[in-house]
């Protein structure tokens, strides 16, 4: 499924360039995610998604496949599966920064996903839907320039909640009926 997101952000587009490019902040801001290694271009890591009171954990290998600073233009790919189960997902995302001034810039990602064996069967509607607030938050979280979460102890962002973003699209809908 193909998933799209843009969103201005608050800070120079060099600063956001710059934590794009570190393969470490991408995990700590990604929420349920975790870099563990970082070879060059290379990174191995961790995500964990809940799904009610079910948790899965998915182990993965990625590479920055593309990076071009001076059109700033990059491109992630990553492949993982499911720690204790048969499911197994890919990733491509594509990131463009333009500035907005010279303190916001405007960030558009294109993402290519793909799940197999996943306990979930949504429409690219829905799915593009939830992953909003999720996007929202780790592109916000990319333009911070002051803090970020840990590495390690800190769990600020925790799992990837599946069933809250459902639910937080859900009421979404209840809201806009009313």
Do not use: N
Request: glycine share 10%; aromatic share 6%.
């Amino acid at each position: 499924m193909r998933l799209a997101h843009a969103q201005d952000l608050d800070a120079p587009i060099d600063a956001v360039w710059a934590h794009f490019m570190d393969l470490k902040r991408i995990g700590r801001c990604f929420p349920g995610a975790k870099v563990t290694k970082v070879d060059g271009d290379d990174f191995v890591g961790e995500i964990r998604a809940k799904l009610g009171p079910l948790s899965m954990y998915f182990d993965g290998t990625g590479s920055m496949t593309e990076h071009d600073e001076h059109s700033r233009h990059a491109r992630l790919v990553a492949s993982g599966h499911e720690r204790h189960g048969l499911g197994k997902a890919t990733i491509d995302i594509t990131l463009t920064l333009e500035p907005l001034g010279d303190d916001r810039t405007h960030a558009r990602l294109a993402t290519d996903l793909v799940f197999l064996g996943f306990p979930m069967d949504f429409g690219t509607g829905l799915v593009q839907r939830a992953s909003d607030p999720l996007i929202e938050r780790f592109l916000t979280c990319m333009a911070v320039t002051d803090r970020l979460p840990a590495d390690e102890d800190e769990d600020d962002i925790g799992a990837l909640d599946l069933v809250r973003s459902a639910g937080d699209l859900l009421g979404s809908f209840r809201r806009k009926r009313r």
